[in-house]
């Protein structure tokens, strides 16, 4: 089998590699190869797979006939401009999440000759806006308060369309906020969710610029790479029209995050958090998702963490090298 | 005023020029100028609103820049390739429906300079996809089973985005299954639901495609022409970021459209359908919707029909010159 990653260089992209490369197969299949591209170059990985690195972008004419002339049976789709830049540059956004993965599907479909490859797209719970119920369920209207939501919604309609024609197999994973993001902050209006937890556990002051009542979804990097997986190898003939699924995650506050930061971290950790209000941030934070009732995704076996304090642990288990963690599950 | 519509040689584009040209205001404001396009010629009306047309393809690259070129205060952009077509031709659909309203809501952008046109969106329930509950609320996900409903939707998401960056003031309108249509039929499957009045009203034969229980959702021409104008003219600031409203209409089966037919044509009216199965159309009629709760547009003054009856009514008003009905309303 042969597997295609498009923004293998992301967070969630390195991470996905990184474990197939170790699984060396994707459900019932060996891996026999990957084909892993980024605008930037992705990490060689060792590990019993060919692996070829492409540095890319989809953006470009041709660039999709290339990375897909190889047949690849496996196609994840995790490429896009985050949401605070995808606001900012209307442009991009719109030529990096909907062309690009246009480009991509097109080339798929003018392959012809019964090639069928399964598309598992990255999307998100910004594909939904306000107002909304407190708990949202798999059949609310798709109604973005972003950019990066509403490119996000597109991809889902024509990932639907073009399964349902028979060019793709497509499912698309509405990711929560993935936290906790390990390394540099990045432009997404989301990061400070990671900060505040990652920061402190790392000895460096965190910036709060929303207020401590902010109730969000979340789930590990772990589980995302879990859900793509999931979504790799699922059986699709249940899914009819209905393409995209919301995943599982945790519906946590602020207050939730900090409190779970303490039992890992003590109060020093907490101590070095500094709220700061961003205006623009907490309007954008405003409009997003607070809890959903995943039930579909769920039913579908896809499973996320149960409280924060896991989500947590899992950035520790995963990230951090040096400290571990006493009998009370302290640094 | 400056009133561009697009598509303005459909049947319902032709009706909107018509009762534009002669009511010579839209809203409070007169009517200075119409600019009428489409891919063949949109006729050109009497009345006092000076009226020009223009032949031409929005998928070309640059007529869009040229007909917004006059910063038109109201868009109509009711172009579109029909349901059948756009599931036969995949390509045709997608730069049609899709492609060539980019163009425009680019052409529109583009200009900058404050220039924010109140653009009306003409989209269809085609955007929701089985399985739904009998009443479709206004909240319910669009999942369309079709790439026409597929290419709506998208654009009903871009409408919304650059609504909510400022680069528009966009409504979409979700018109339901448009009966009776006038003329000859189109390629929409849905053309049966209009043939059954129309044809026997004519003392012509009408094949009927599908099984009589089949249930619908329909508003007039007439209707479809006061939703354009209402959008055109409402007062949006109570849209949020949900810009598309599913329009009131009358639900009705085919059983019911016949007993409507023959209180108006008599016997020898209904004696006209002929049923002649046809598996394709049955398919893809299996996949709408059936009946709304369109309340937010009915809040927000979008007055449908209220029976079938009135359906055909407003036919025998608005297109049969010679028939008159009697004293009980029948030809």
Redesign the interface.
């Known amino acids: 089998m042969q597997v295609l990653v498009i923004g293998a260089a992301g967070m969630v992209g390195r991470k996905l590699a990184q474990r197939l490369a170790g699984d060396g197969v994707l459900g019932a299949e060996v891996i026999d190869s990957m084909l892993l591209v980024d605008v930037v170059s992705p990490t060689v990985l060792p590990g019993g797979v060919r692996v070829e690195t492409v540095v890319s972008d989809l953006c470009e004419l041709g660039v999709a006939c290339g990375v897909t002339a190889a047949r690849p049976e496996v196609i994840f789709d995790l490429a896009a401009v985050v949401s605070g830049e995808a606001e900012i540059d209307?442009e991009k956004g719109y030529r990096v999440n909907l062309d690009a993965t246009r480009h991509l599907l097109e080339a798929v479909r003018t392959v012809g000759d019964g090639y069928r490859p399964r598309v598992v797209f990255s999307s998100s719970v910004a594909v939904f806006?306000?107002?909304f119920p407190d708990v949202i369920g798999?059949?609310?209207?798709?109604?973005?308060?972003t950019?990066y939501g509403?490119q996000k919604?597109?991809v889902e309609?024509?990932l639907?369309?073009y399964s349902?024609?028979g060019f793709i197999d497509g499912v698309g994973v509405r990711l929560p906020t993935i936290c906790v993001r390990p390394g540099a902050p990045n432009r997404a209006a989301s990061g400070f969710f990671s900060g505040v937890i990652r920061e402190p556990l790392n000895g460096r002051e965190a910036v709060l610029p929303v207020s401590r009542d902010v109730r969000h979804w979340f789930a590990s990097p772990r589980a995302a790479v879990r859900f793509l997986v999931r979504a790799a190898t699922m059986d699709t003939s249940e899914l009819?029209?209905?393409r995209s699924l919301t995943m599982p995650g945790v519906s946590a506050t602020v207050d939730e995050e900090i409190a779970a930061l303490r039992r890992v971290g003590g109060d020093q950790a907490v101590a070095l958090i500094r709220d700061e209000p961003d205006e623009m941030i907490a309007r954008m934070v405003g409009s997003w998702p607070r809890a959903f009732d995943a039930r579909r995704a769920a039913a579908l076996g896809f499973v996320a963490e149960t409280d924060f304090d896991e989500i947590v642990r899992v950035y520790v288990d995963d990230e951090l090298d040096g400290p571990t963690l006493d009998g009370q599950g302290r640094l």
């Open positions: 209307f806006g306000p107002p798999d059949e609310q209207a798709t109604t973005p308060a950019s509403t919604a597109i309609l024509l639907a369309d349902r024609r009819g029209l209905r």
